[in-house]
Nanobody
Framework: QVQVVESGGGLVQPGGSLTLSCTTS????????MDWYRQAPGKQRELVAS???????TYADSAKGRFIVSRDNPKNTVYLQMNDLKPEDTAVYYC??????????WGQGTQVTVSS
């Protein structure tokens, strides 16, 4: 049984930092591309950052220069370090594991609120 579990969300002031974690079990983590998505109230879910199994990393324009995605394969964990947070970063952040052509696995999400 595959499990994908996010953690690390919370309330942070504008300009602050937060690091999210996503830990998986039941899959070969190193082979999976790991994505971070977010969904703000009333908006569509959007891709924030990706850490591919081949080591490549990509970012949405909104995340470039502020967010850093990394993965620790022996720990089956992917991280999203978020710096200089803005109110518009407020959203539920989701982690997704997948290999192209095979089923995808989503976590339950973790709430990030940026507010003074």
């Amino acid at each position: 049984q595959v499990q994908v579990v996010e953690s690390g969300g919370g309330l942070v002031q504008p300009g602050g930092s937060l690091t999210l974690s996503c830990t998986t079990s039941g899959l070969i983590f190193s082979l999976n591309d790991m994505d971070w998505y977010r969904q703000a109230p009333g908006k569509q879910r959007e891709l924030v950052a990706s850490a591919y199994g081949d080591g490549k990393k990509t970012y949405a324009d909104s995340a470039k220069g502020r967010f850093i995605v990394s993965r620790d394969n022996p720990k089956n964990t992917v991280y999203l370090q978020m710096n200089d947070l803005k109110p518009e970063d407020t959203a539920v952040y989701y982690c997704k594991a997948g290999i192209p052509g095979l089923p995808e696995y989503w976590g339950q999400g973790t709430q990030v609120t940026v507010s003074s």
